[in-house]
């Protein structure tokens, strides 16, 4: 069956450091990928995109990295903040529906 | 722009009965889609429309779940009868298009079934 896992349920690092959050999945062949970040009480809200054909995307101190051989995407924040606490949530299309994995909550510690 | 809106906020209702939700999609967003959230899980997708069509609502129990999008625009959401384990915060979303492009989300109706 297709599984999209996020590496845990929780991540805790602090201010400053990098976070790295990783999405695996299975038997799903993706034309792109997509990470949005959920705050508590609120719906998701988009960040990157990266497509199949593309291995890196930035923007400002995010990165995410796109692997179709290991199945799997990881999203780096550098330089983290205390605001950049959230959960995080990445999503696949199948069939140009978005399925979303559980999500990872990230908190920032000062 | 506007965002997606949706409406309650929030809904209290017991098991058995119904009750519907309403998402007002971004203008011009051709693709609108409902997801239930439940408490510490990632949002599943109940039904996609195109236009107002529907492209894909295997996840969706339609024993007592539907769902309409007239026009193209609006949608309606419609549980009934509800059960406990239908509790959870449902989102609507919309994207200018189907497939690789980003989603734009509501704020979300939280139900509680009692």
């Known amino acids: 069956s297709q599984k999209i896992e996020q590496n845990s349920e929780a991540l805790n690092i602090q201010e400053g450091k990098t976070a790295t959050l990783t999405c695996n999945y299975t038997?799903?062949?993706?034309?792109?990928l997509q990470w949005y970040r959920q705050d508590p009480g609120r719906g998701p809200v988009f960040l990157l995109l990266?497509?199949?054909?593309?291995k890196e995307k930035r923007k400002e101190r995010l990165k995410v990295t796109f692997d179709t051989t290991l199945k799997q995407s990881l999203f780096h924040i550098t330089a983290s903040q205390p605001a950049d606490s959230a959960t995080y949530l990445c999503?696949?299309?199948?069939?140009?529906?978005?399925?979303f994995g559980a999500g990872t909550r990230l908190t920032v510690k000062p | 722009e506007a965002g997606v809106a949706q409406s309650p906020r929030y809904k209290i209702i017991e098991k058995r009965q119904s009750v519907a939700f309403w998402c007002n999609p971004i203008?011009?967003?051709?693709?609108l889609y409902w997801y239930q959230q439940i408490l510490g899980q990632g949002p599943k997708l109940l039904i996609q429309?195109?236009?107002?069509?529907?492209?894909?609502d295997s996840q969706l129990p339609k024993d007592r779940f539907s769902a309409e999008r007239l026009k193209g625009v609006d949608s309606t959401l419609k549980i009934q009868p509800a059960k406990l384990e239908d509790s959870a915060v449902y989102l609507c979303?919309?994207?200018?298009?189907?497939?690789?492009?980003?989603?734009?989300f509501g704020q979300g109706t939280r139900l509680t079934v009692v």
């Open positions: 979303a919309s994207s200018l298009r189907e497939g690789m492009t980003e989603a734009f």
């Open positions: 038997n799903y062949s993706p034309a792109y």
């Open positions: 990266i497509r199949e054909n593309e």
């Open positions: 999503a696949l299309d199948k069939d140009n529906d978005m399925r």
């Open positions: 203008s011009g967003h051709a693709t």
């Open positions: 429309f195109q236009n107002n069509g529907v492209v894909d």
